[in-house]
Nanobody, 118 residues
């Protein structure tokens, strides 16, 4: 069982920045694809960034150019740098770890709240 712990959320004004971190307990962190999702009240969970084990990243249009995902395999940690934040970015941000070996193994953190408001 892999444990994920997110941190770095908080209250920020529109146009501000936050950096989220997700520390994992796995010793084979480098083999996992890591993603950040978000979920706002009354809305479906939305993928906001993915970084594969080979470092390739992917973003939806809603955050492209504003959010950057990165990973530090030596620290078993994935980061999400969020710039130019908008009120619509307000949500609980969740970290996901996925390993595909014959089938997909998915692990989730508890989430960290990000609130963008003046």
């Amino acid at each position: 069982q892999v444990q994920l712990v997110e941190s770095g959320g908080g209250l920020v004004q529109p146009g501000g920045s936050l950096r989220l971190s997700c520390l994992t307990s796995t010793s084979i962190f480098g083999s996992y694809a890591m993603s950040w999702y978000r979920q706002a009240p009354g809305k479906q969970r939305e993928l906001v960034a993915t970084i594969r084990s080979d470092g390739v990243t992917n973003y939806p249009d809603s955050v492209k150019g504003r959010f950057t995902i990165s990973r530090d395999n030596a620290k078993n940690t994935v980061y999400l740098q969020m710039n130019s934040l908008k009120p619509e970015d307000t949500a609980v941000y969740l970290c996901n770890a996925r390993l595909v070996v014959l089938r997909a193994y998915d692990y989730w953190g508890q989430g960290t709240q990000v609130t963008v408001s003046s």
